[in-house]
């Protein structure tokens, strides 16, 4: 059975600074994805990763994948308070399993 | 494009009641889900469906029902409605690539806005 990991479940941080999140699951799998959900609002999708290695940036945020170590991180580089949020990873199956489960997600607040 | 849209958007039953949650996509995608998210749980998912006329359970089915008749709908039917079902649901759709036997997604998944649902 997969398990998706995340931590830390709650991160309050100051404006400008730096952090980072992790995924961790625990069995084989080459598809990542990050999503963003704002209070009371649906997921958006902010990253794909879909192989060993691969690392995605948009503005303020990089996501990264290592399969090899079942790992996923994403860094948030000079936090802004626009970034306060509830972030999920979710991993895909390997084999076309076609289900994805999600980690129980981070709740980030920014303060300015 | 519209996208994904799902009706209602607040519903309240009382224990017994059943329903049905309404999803619909205009993108042509054949795989859609639906999902149900609970405080602090993340997002689990409930049925999934790789085209019309196929569907499977996913994480939690226990309760729902599904059908998917057409490329565009994917209904979620709560058949007798009890309190351990008030939930947040998602319906989410993605395009699906076919490898051999074995669909393969090549695109994130797109969520709709949710539905509210408590049960009494």
């Known amino acids: 059975e997969l398990k998706v990991e995340q931590n830390p479940l709650f991160l309050s941080m100051q404006e400008g600074k730096n952090y980072t999140i992790y995924c961790n699951y625990s069995?084989?799998?080459?598809?990542l994805y990050w999503y963003r959900q704002d209070p009371g609002k649906s997921l958006e999708s902010l990253f794909v990763l879909l192989s060993n290695g691969a690392v995605k940036q948009e503005g303020r945020l990089m996501a990264s994948l290592d399969t090899k170590a079942r790992l996923s991180t994403l860094h948030i580089t000079a936090a802004v308070h626009d970034l306060s949020a509830t972030y999920f990873c979710?991993?895909?199956?390997?084999?076309?399993?076609?289900?994805?489960?999600f980690g129980k997600g981070t709740k980030l607040t920014v303060n300015p | 494009n519209a996208g994904v849209t799902q009706t209602p958007k607040f519903q309240v039953l009382k224990t017994g009641q059943s329903m049905t949650l309404q999803c619909a996509q205009d993108m042509n995608h054949e795989y859609m889900s639906w999902y149900r998210q609970d405080p602090g749980m993340g997002l689990r998912l409930i049925h999934y469906s790789v085209g019309a006329g196929i569907t499977d359970q996913g994480e939690v089915p226990n309760g729902y029902n599904v059908s998917r008749s057409t490329t565009e709908d994917f209904p979620l039917r709560l058949l007798s409605a009890a309190p351990s079902q008030t939930s947040v649901y998602f319906c989410?759709?993605?395009?699906?690539?076919?490898?051999?036997?074995?669909?393969?997604?090549?695109?994130?998944?797109?969520f709709g806005p949710g539905t509210r649902l408590t049960v009494l």
């Open positions: 989410a759709s993605r395009e699906d690539r076919l490898a051999g036997d074995l669909p393969l997604p090549t695109d994130t998944q797109y």
């Open positions: 069995t084989t799998s080459d598809r």
């Open positions: 979710a991993v895909d199956l390997r084999g076309g399993s076609e289900k994805l489960v």
